[in-house]
């Protein structure tokens, strides 16, 4: 069964300084893709990068880039030069290509930026 | 150019009472999913439809959840004789066909349902 796994409840940084949060997979597809997520306080479900397992290059979205090593299954996420409103619930998700279009969470880590 | 839309954005009912959840697709999408989040938690995928079809509902508790993607109409979750451990946020998300690259996945801001 696949299993996304985050191992920071918690983690804070200051305003402007980078910062990654830890995601690792468990799976034994060749294909498949990941994703994070952004979790306000207002509870939506915001969409922040992809990755794919086929992709060469390491994704990258503005001031979000994923670190991607496939052999240590393991997906984290960078986010450059911090700001006050980042401060939010990170989710990382796994989707396994030709099976039931399901997203699997993680329990996700609550980012705090300080000023 | 709407995304997922969902309603009501809160409910609140009684034990007992019944609950409806409704999520209209982005506009070309023919793929809905419904995910639960309980308190502290991740999402946690429920069921998977396409027009008139349930495809996946291997994430639906066996009695009382039921879910339908009608020819018309929005998507509905139905929750009945609600119980206070139902009290969660219900996401719905609608896609195209996953092509296997780059994100084609879309979600709604959530239905946040309270059992009084």
């Known amino acids: 069964a696949q299993k996304i796994t985050q191992t920071q409840p918690g983690m804070f940084v200051q305003e402007k300084e980078a910062v990654t949060l830890d995601c690792t997979y468990d799976?034994?597809?060749?294909?498949?893709?990941l994703f994070w997520y952004k979790q306000p306080s207002s509870g939506e479900m915001i969409f922040l990068i992809y990755?794919?397992?086929?992709?060469?290059q390491n994704a990258t979205e503005g001031r979000y880039s994923l670190n991607f090593q496939k052999a240590r299954k393991s997906a984290n996420l960078v986010i450059s030069a911090s700001q006050l409103g980042d401060s939010a619930m990170y989710f990382c998700?796994?989707?396994?290509?030709?099976?039931?279009?399901?997203?699997?969470f993680g329990k996700g880590t609550k980012l705090t930026v300080n000023p | 150019n709407a995304g997922v839309m969902q309603n009501p954005r809160h409910l609140v009912r009684r034990r007992g009472q019944e609950a409806r959840l409704r999520c209209s697709p982005m506009?070309?999408?023919?793929?809905v999913y419904w995910y639960r989040q309980l308190p502290e938690e991740g999402l946690k995928f429920m069921v998977y439809l396409q027009k008139e079809n349930i495809i996946d509902e291997s994430g639906m508790p066996k009695e009382r959840f039921s879910a339908e993607f009608p020819k018309e109409g929005p998507s509905i979750l139905r929750i009945q004789q609600v119980v206070r451990g139902d009290s969660a946020a219900y996401f719905c998300?609608?896609?195209?066909?996953?092509?296997?690259?780059?994100?084609?996945?879309?979600f709604g801001e959530g239905s946040w349902l309270t059992v009084v």
């Open positions: 990755q794919g397992s086929y992709d060469e």
């Open positions: 998300a609608s896609s195209t066909l996953w092509a296997g690259s780059g994100n084609t996945i879309y």
């Open positions: 506009k070309g999408h023919s793929h």
């Open positions: 998700a796994h989707k396994v290509k030709g099976g039931s279009e399901k997203l699997v």
């Open positions: 799976t034994s597809d060749q294909s498949y893709g």
